[in-house]
């Protein structure tokens, strides 16, 4: 079931198009990445599936309701939350969640519940009766998300890059992220930060110039741009310059008795590869697959020059 769909989606801002007919579903329960570079349109699009603004054209739902014509429903599914931590700094970290329970009408008994848990997922249980003003930098981006979760787990518009974060931080954010997903959460992140959509996303679209140029899983995406090879190394100088008679390979290294095999990567390729290394009789000590990373997907979609 899609939790979010999306089609024929404009909006304009006087002559200005920033989004031009962009269609787009995400599965309820995965996480789904919006890339594009600065003026591109995310921020539009997320302030219209959140109803801050209207579309002037196209059909949007978002788990199940009408952004244009049930706001207050779609409201009541979703949770929003920024790049930079929205929490009160003169209060604790259990006050500030204690006040978004209040807000979601949540009883007393709900409401404790609900904060404990969060507190506890987050691992923000010893610093929860502490003033955030205290709190170190990657406390306060922990602390920044589970607000949007106190009503519930709804669909997220969108978790923002936790920046700042020192590496360890980092993953035990994308941990908590997937642990969200697992639990039944759907996850719309926008981001410029390429890695984390890698590591995270099911699904990635690319956006340029307010229309999608690509969609499909970061995989499918890194197999758009050129570049991807296999890198063999061979037993000795022997078997290197047998492999070169053999695979005619466009880039080899004498020194290092490496050899580079085009290949987009796929299951495909590779048994092609490898039927045709046996059935040759080339005798190989390592063997490693190297794809384009979502950077090079980035800058070829939005360079203007598709692949």
């Known amino acids: 079931m899609a939790a979010i769909t999306v089609t024929g989606l404009r909006r304009s801002y006087g002559d200005k198009v920033v989004l031009d007919g962009v269609d787009l579903d995400v599965d309820e329960g995965t996480i789904f990445a919006l890339l594009g570079p600065n003026g591109a349109g995310k921020t539009t699009m997320v302030q219209i599936l959140s109803t801050l603004i209207q579309p002037d054209a196209g059909e ?70 502490k003033p955030v003003s205290t709190y170190s930098g990657g406390m306060r981006r922990r602390l920044g998300l589970p607000p949007a979760l106190v009503g519930g787990p709804p669909p997220l518009l969108p ?74 190394k061979l037993r000795d100088a022997d078997e290197f310059e047998y492999a070169i008679r053999v695979l005619d390979p466009p880039v080899h290294d004498a020194e290092a008795l490496a050899i580079q095999v085009p290949s987009d990567g796929s299951v495909r390729s590779l048994r092609a590869l490898l039927d045709r290394l046996d059935h040759s009789s080339v005798e190989v000590d390592e063997l490693s697959v190297h794809l384009p990373g979502l950077d090079d997907v980035f800058l070829a979609l939005t360079s203007g020059v598709r692949p």
Request: glycine share 10%.
């Open 60 to 129: 949007l739902h978002v788990g199940g309701h009408d952004v244009v014509h049930e706001p207050d429903a779609v409201r009541g599914v979703i949770g929003v939350t920024g790049q930079f931590s929205a929490v009160d700094g003169l209060l604790t970290g259990e006050e500030n969640l204690a006040m978004m329970a209040d807000l979601c009408h949540l009883d007393r008994a709900a409401g404790r519940s609900r904060i404990e848990l969060l507190l506890a997922d987050f691992d923000l249980v010893d610093a929860a009766r």
């Open 159 to 232: 978790p923002s890059p936790p920046t700042g974060l020192d590496p360890r931080s980092r993953r035990t954010m994308w941990h908590i992220i997937r642990d969200l997903v697992a639990g039944g959460v759907t996850i719309f992140l926008t981001t410029q930060y390429l890695e984390e959509a890698d590591q995270l996303a099911d699904r990635v679209a690319v956006l340029d110039r307010g229309t999608l140029v690509a969609q499909g899983t970061p995989a499918e995406l890194k197999r758009l741009v050129p570049g991807g090879h296999v890198r063999l």
